[in-house]
């Protein structure tokens, strides 16, 4: 059974700092591309954010964000990581993470981060 769990989301302020991490099981997870999303407060598209291939050797970024987050990985543990740093509330969405590199193949139940003063 495919799973993945995301954690690490919560409430900060702008300009704060947080991690995301996604804990996945039931899929070869380091021969897997990964990737993060996020769905805004009131849409129903989702916004990719960010992608790694498998080795973690590659990574691609929404403008939106470039600059500001990092994906990356540990094959190790079967767990992918999202630093976002300097958030905006134009940030504040629900995060996904997906196998595959932008289009998923399977998705998380997400994880919630508000950016608010």
């Known amino acids: 059974q495919v799973q993945l769990v995301e954690s690490g989301g919560g409430s900060v302020q702008p300009g704060s700092s947080l991690r995301l991490s996604c804990a996945t099981s039931?899929?070869?997870?380091?021969?897997?591309?990964m990737s993060w999303a996020r769905q805004a407060p009131g849409k129903e598209e989702y916004e990719w954010v960010a992608?790694?291939?498998?080795?973690?050797?590659?990574?691609d970024y929404a403008d939106s964000v470039k600059g500001r987050f990092t994906i990356s990985r540990d094959n190790a543990k079967n767990t992918l990581y999202l630093r976002m740093n300097s958030l905006k509330p134009e940030d504040t969405a629900v995060y996904y993470c997906?196998?595959?590199?932008?289009?998923?193949?399977?998705r998380g139940q997400g994880t919630r981060v508000t950016v608010s003063p």
């Open positions: 997906q196998s595959g590199y932008r289009v998923p193949i399977f």
């Open positions: 039931g899929f070869t997870f380091s021969g897997s591309q």
């Open positions: 992608g790694i291939d498998s080795g973690g050797g590659r990574t």
